[in-house]
């Protein structure tokens, strides 16, 4: 089976590897896409988000996902598109409430985010799997696409600093990845392993998409998995299209702390930087690096990691930009699993 036989049960399976709000844009992007198909009879798309776990915490006694939960509110339509992360019409009732009472703030729960994390931890406690409730909230908010947290092992992302070594959300909100990060390390990431459901996912691809979150702490994790870049070049091998699109645009991080992070744990914040890192710790992987019409200049360079770069839409300002990249992407692929 591969992404060049139309008759495999028409069904084209698109697989989205996300951390952040850049990858929940361009899975939104592809969920608009899904629905225009399905108006105009194209060929039916059925779209599995990967996600980061690395970012979980727990905070008073509940299972914090901000990843997963970025991606389900943004599927879902009721992401705070301002902030990138918690629900839009927000109110803070309950956070007001735990500072009178001296609780610690610095990561703010706003009262509608905060059902998520108490039916979560609840599930959990239950006995069920973080996949098995994410499925169960993204149906609850009628999301069709398939989120799948990347494992159902605890996985937690800590950064080394000149502070010493920092918990992701310490690091990120508390301190606003203001410090240089020397080294990485994913506690529990080497005993854990992706769900049956990610394995699945990954084996049925027609198109496998790195969306343009940070390498380092978004993707990494994933890649990071057992048997996932094995099971990725078994894709490739089968002619699938694996196309990444870059988180750099002119040289800074669209959102958040990957520039730096190129600066500080090696690589230079550029287009090139990206296809750099990728080729070099997973060679062969990527096929296709899409980059931002100001990067064009590095098309040489990223030839030369001997990735395929494209100028594209690469920057999601609004809806009609997250769906436009996503049919970039499609039509990518769609030319390298001809060119196979
Ligand atoms: N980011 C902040 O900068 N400040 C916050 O108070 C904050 C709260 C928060 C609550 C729930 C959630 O899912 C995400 C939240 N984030 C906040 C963003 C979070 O740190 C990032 O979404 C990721 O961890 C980085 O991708």
Redesign the pocket.
């Known amino acids: 089976m591969n992404s060049r036989d139309p008759a495999v049960d028409g069904v084209q399976h698109v697989v989205v590897l996300a951390?952040?709000?850049g990858g929940a844009k361009l899975s939104h992007g592809m969920t608009l896409v899904a629905t225009a198909r399905r108006a105009e009879g194209g060929r039916p798309l059925d779209l599995s988000v990967i996600v980061n776990t690395g970012?979980d915490l727990e905070l008073h006694g509940l299972l914090?996902?901000?990843?997963l939960?970025?991606v389900l509110y943004t599927l879902a339509g009721w992401a705070n598109s301002e902030?990138?992360?918690?629900v839009r019409d927000e109110t803070w009732s309950n956070a007001d409430m735990l500072g009178r009472y001296g609780a610690p703030t610095?990561?703010?729960?706003?009262d509608r985010?905060l059902a998520t994390h108490v039916l979560r931890t609840e599930r959990i406690r239950a006995g069920a799997t973080l996949t098995s409730v994410t499925a169960e909230l993204a149906r609850a908010l009628g999301v069709r696409a398939r989120i799948l947290p990347m494992t159902d092992a605890p996985v937690r992302t800590r950064l080394r600093t000149d502070a010493g070594w920092l918990d992701?959300?310490d690091y990120?909100?508390r301190r606003?990845h203001a410090d240089p990060v020397h080294e990485l390390r994913f506690d529990g990431l080497t005993d854990a392993r992706p769900t049956p459901e990610v394995s699945a996912a990954l084996r049925s691809a027609h198109v496998l998409v790195l969306a343009p979150s940070?390498p380092f702490v978004?993707i990494g994790p994933i890649l990071g998995l057992a048997g996932v870049v094995d099971v990725l070049h078994e894709a490739r091998a089968r002619g699938v299209p694996v196309v990444a699109i870059s988180p750099i645009v002119g040289g800074v991080a669209l959102r958040?702390p990957a520039d730096r992070m190129f600066r500080s744990l090696g690589g230079e914040p550029s287009a090139a930087g990206v296809a750099r890192h990728y080729a070099e710790r997973y060679p062969g992987l990527i096929e296709t690096l899409v980059i931002d019409e100001q990067d064009l200049g590095d098309g040489e360079a990223i030839a030369a990691t001997g990735i395929r770069s494209v100028v594209g839409p690469a920057v999601m300002r609004d809806d009609a930009d997250r769906r436009r990249l996503a049919e970039f992407v499609l039509d990518i692929a769609e030319q390298d699993s001809t060119r196979a």
Do not use: A, I, M, R
């Open positions: 951390g952040g709000y970012d914090v996902s901000p990843d939960d970025t902030t990138g992360w918690g610095w990561f703010s729960l706003g985010d992701f959300q990120f909100v606003h940070n978004s958040g």
